[in-house]
């Protein structure tokens, strides 16, 4: 048996679900982990660093936090 991964936009997934269970010899299979469980130590502390970052971007624009001008972080560097 071969095994094909297929990306289908969100709102076609339905239909698309609905045609491959019609079909006797496809076996739909779920994915065991999520595509964040399947990063390395390196790529997580990337990806947590990511995540953190746009939390703060968001806080910055709902005025929940104080962001820094642009010319003091490259001061920094």
Do not use: C, H, Y
């Not at 947590?48 to 001008?69: D, H, W």
């Amino acid at each position: 048996m071969k095994q094909v991964t297929i990306s289908v936009p969100e709102k076609k997934f339905p239909f698309f679900m609905k045609l491959m269970q019609s079909l006797n010899f496809v076996k739909v299979v779920e994915p065991a982990t999520k595509p964040e469980e399947q990063l390395n130590s390196e790529q997580k502390e990337v990806w947590e660093n990511v995540k953190q970052g746009f939390e703060e971007l968001k806080l910055a624009e709902a005025g929940k936090l104080k962001a820094r001008p642009i010319q003091e972080l490259l001061d920094e560097l």
